[in-house]
């Protein structure tokens, strides 16, 4: 079946991705650049482009991160 290679294959690539934000952001703001562009210059699939660039810098690669880091923080102690 195609869906099982898919989780095997997704979580050694997820643990490539950088953990601080810095790339995200440059990531987001090149989306919005090339947005810009695609917009001045009537180009559907470079807005396209950009959205995709967006979506993936603030969301995708982010929660993918946080999926697969073994850091959790510690529980939160009751009060006897």
Known sequence: MIISPVPDLALPLAALLPEDAGPYIALMFTGFAVGILGHLTRARW??????ILIFLGAFLFPLAVNLTTEDRPPPIETLP
Do not use: E, W
Not at 46 to 51: C, I, K, N, P, S
């Open 46 to 51: 470079l807005v396209a482009a950009g959205v």
